[in-house]
């Protein structure tokens, strides 16, 4: 069975611009969160969605903004880029909505010039 | 706030050599402490689970055990590829509804052979 895929994988973007970056989840997960990863650090929470709708959102500005299609893949879009953008945005499927057994993609790589 | 504090921020053991990794948390209930690893310019990959004090979980060279305010995760007689960066995440009882998942910064682990 196919992992978590994401795409793209690396990305160069400079500031101002806008980005989206994409993932599948796990064949029959419902649930797919995103987290931001800057290096040295661990995840941060930044949106979980589940049967297509909202269910939480870390501490992130509005210029985060996500949703998930009725496949239950999702989207992530960052507006206004700034530099402290760059970071491996994640995307972790689940299977029940409230587990923290997550499976993770390999990451989309945001570099923002 | 949830908060997770991992010791060492990096470890480098001969081949063989056993040691043990510490994640140090504060949450207000804990509903499961979790184990990630993850290599270099990869996703975190799932390893354990843990519900309540005393409970211990062990997968091959790995044994992760449980108290109130911390986690262990021991390494027995680990090899080069054991190396890594090991990851501890807490889900809180008290979460809003959604899967608020608070990572460490994780402990660098590099076996030498």
């Known amino acids: 069975d196919a992992g978590v895929t994401q795409s793209p994988t690396h990305l160069i973007k400079t500031r101002g611009q806008q980005v989206t970056l994409r993932c599948s989840p796990i064949?029959?997960?419902?649930?797919v969160s995103w987290y931001q990863q800057v290096l040295g650090q661990g995840p941060q929470f930044i949106f979980q969605?589940?049967?297509?709708?909202?269910?939480g959102r870390g501490n992130f500005p509005d210029r985060f903004s996500a949703r998930q299609f009725p496949n239950y893949s999702s989207e992530l879009n960052v507006n206004a880029l700034l530099l402290g953008d760059s970071a491996l945005y994640l995307c972790?499927?689940?299977?029940?909505?409230?587990?923290?057994?997550?499976?993770f993609g390999e990451g989309s790589r945001l570099t923002v010039l | 706030e949830d908060q997770v504090t991992q010791s060492p921020e990096a470890l480098r053991l001969q081949e063989g050599e056993s040691s043990s990794l510490n994640c140090s948390y504060t949450?207000?209930?804990?509903?499961?402490l979790f184990w990630y690893r993850q290599d270099p310019g990869k996703g975190p990959e799932f390893l354990f689970t843990l519900y309540s004090a005393g409970e211990e979980k062990e997968k091959e060279r790995l044994k992760a055990t449980l108290t109130k305010k911390e986690s262990f995760l021991h390494i027995t007689a680990p090899k080069p590829e054991d190396s890594a960066t090991y990851l501890c995440a807490v889900f809180p009882n008290h979460s809003g509804g959604y899967q608020k998942v608070t990572f460490g910064t994780g402990t660098k682990l590099q076996v030498i052979p």
């Open positions: 969605y589940y049967e297509k709708e909202e269910r």
């Open positions: 064949s029959g997960h419902k649930s």
């Open positions: 949450v207000s209930g804990l509903r499961g």
């Open positions: 972790a499927s689940s299977l029940a909505r409230m587990t923290g057994e997550l499976f």
